[in-house]
Structure formats: structure tokens, C-alpha cells
């Protein structure tokens, strides 16, 4: 009885240590362009790192959704990086700050900044700097397409070595993701609260990433849902096409029935199989052994 005892506060306390991973600010002095010094003017990675003997080396930064007004931490975030966990991936959270306080470059730069973390601090991490990917929902998912689209390599002589290292993602993963700002297919809300109201039309063309795909964007795994009423997925589509243009890889699944937001559908017996194809195209790239 004792040993089982023991056994159950063990397990207990490292199902304790998944719920609080640790947060870490991008930027410890303070963040450029901060309004202020509360949690809002912080962005922050939160780390969940698989079990080191499950390990693949392979990490993602993952960017909830929420209209780049509010963060979707639970099934765009905890939900998400558990997932990745348990195919041996680490995960890193990125609270990025938000509209209407914030508006572009903010947003993108916290993106940027939490990819260049992860990559300079690799060896602490336990992951290939190679293989380090961004997988975003919703506004998250057009972050995360700004990332892959609107990327350098590093400035060399930054007095901060973790500005020294690209923050170009490896691969991408977009989820129901607003990508075009300029088309019939907006979502007018995530552009108010990125671009502000009265916006800079030359801004919002640059900030329509499927205008902004090249040879070099990083390979992509794209889904969505025909029924979603939230964000089109013909913001997907256009984004596959300008992909498959520029003959980068990609794969990209559309389901029929499913509202906007749904996750990783957990509960539905349908769209619950979408991770799955996921998972066979991370598979296929080496992200998952």
C-alpha cells in the first residue's frame, strides 16, 4: 500500500509540474515599445518540455488565437502544447501583446523575438535549432504566417546574442488562420485590432501574407473547415495556392462541418481525426520519430 501511495503522489506531482510549466519573459529588462509594466505589456513563453527519453529534438512555438485581441490559452495553448508533448515535441506558449493597446510591428516582433529564444537558447532546451516550427490559431495562425513570411537572419553584431540568430520558423502549422487583409475574406475584427482603425492600406497589403509567400517560406500544414463563419477558409486556400506557386511544400485539409475555434476538437468524432493528419505530416518532415 505505502508503494502505491508513493506511486500516486509521484504521478500526482508531475501531472502538478504539466499544468504550471515555466514562464519566461521574451524580453527580462522590458519590452520594446512597452505601454506599461503590467502582465499586458510582458509577452512571455510559457515551456513544456516532453520527457527526455521521448524526446525528438523537434519544438514549436505555438500562437493562440483570439482575434489579436484576447488569448485562447486554454485549447489554443495548454491543450495544444500537451499534444505536442506527448509526440515528443517540445512546446513553447507565446503570450504576445494585443489590440487595441498594441497594434503591428508589436505583435510580430514578440513572435520573432520568441522564435530567435527558442533558437538561441537550444542547448538549454534540448532541441535542434534546425527543427524549430510555429503553429497558430485563428489571429494566432496569421501571426504565425507573418512569422513565416516576414522573416531575417539575425543581426550579427546585436549586443544581444539572442538577436543574433534568424527567426525564421522551419515549418509552420495554421489552423483556421486569418492570412489576408485586403480580400473579401478579412476578418475585419483581427485587422482593427492588429492595424488599428484607420489603417494604412500599403500596410495591410504587406500584412496579407499570402502576397508575401517566397521560395523561402518554411513548408506548411494547413486546416480549416467549410462551414467556418468566423474566418473563410478560402484565407487558407489562398494561401496553399501562393505556396504551391512558389513550390514550397505544403499540405492542407478542409472538413466539411466544424464551427471556427474548435482546437483540436477533442469531443468531435469527426474533425477529432484532423491532429492525426497532423501528425503524419510531422512524421514525414522528422518532427515526430
Not at 34 to 41: N, Q, T
Not at 45 to 56: N, S
Not at 113 to 135: K, N, Q, Y
Not at 186 to 194: D, F, Q, W
Request: charged residues 20%; contains cysteine.
Amino acid at each position: 500500500m505505502m508503494k502505491r501511495a508513493a506511486v500516486f503522489i509521484l504521478l500526482a506531482a508531475a501531472a502538478g509540474a504539466a499544468q504550471t510549466p515555466e514562464t519566461r519573459l521574451l524580453w527580462p529588462q522590458g519590452a520594446p515599445g512597452a505601454l506599461g509594466d503590467g502582465p499586458e505589456d510582458k509577452p512571455s513563453i510559457a515551456i513544456y518540455l516532453p520527457p527526455r527519453e521521448k524526446a525528438t529534438g523537434a519544438a514549436v512555438v505555438v500562437c493562440p488565437g483570439g482575434g489579436y485581441r484576447v488569448l485562447a490559452m486554454d485549447h489554443e495553448g495548454k491543450q495544444v502544447a500537451e499534444w505536442l508533448n506527448g509526440h515528443g515535441i517540445a512546446a513553447f506558449v507565446l503570450s504576445y501583446r494585443l489590440g487595441p493597446r498594441y497594434h503591428h510591428p508589436i505583435q510580430l516582433g514578440d513572435a520573432q523575438r520568441a522564435i530567435r529564444t527558442v533558437r538561441a537558447l537550444a542547448s538549454e532546451f534540448r532541441i535542434d535549432p534546425g527543427r524549430i516550427g510555429i503553429w497558430g490559431f485563428s489571429a494566432g495562425g496569421h501571426l504565425a504566417s507573418s512569422v513565416g513570411t516576414h522573416f531575417d537572419s539575425g543581426n550579427p553584431d546585436a549586443p544581444d546574442p539572442i538577436d543574433r540568430v534568424s527567426c525564421r520558423p522551419d515549418f509552420m502549422i495554421l489552423c483556421y488562420p486569418v492570412v489576408s487583409l485586403v480580400t473579401e475574406y478579412v476578418h475585419k475584427g483581427s485587422r482593427a485590432n492588429l492595424l488599428g482603425e484607420n489603417f494604412d492600406p500599403k500596410l495591410a497589403e504587406f500584412l496579407s501574407n499570402e502576397k508575401q509567400v517566397t521560395s523561402q517560406t518554411p513548408p506548411t500544414f494547413l486546416f480549416h473547415t467549410d462551414a467556418d463563419r468566423g474566418v473563410p477558409p478560402e484565407n487558407s486556400v489562398l494561401f496553399y495556392l501562393a505556396l504551391r506557386r512558389a513550390g514550397v511544400p505544403a499540405e492542407l485539409h478542409i472538413y466539411e462541418k466544424g464551427n471556427h475555434g474548435v482546437g483540436l476538437a477533442p469531443k468531435d468524432p469527426v474533425l477529432s481525426s484532423w491532429p492525426d493528419r497532423l501528425a503524419d505530416w510531422l512524421k514525414a518532415r522528422g518532427a515526430i520519430k
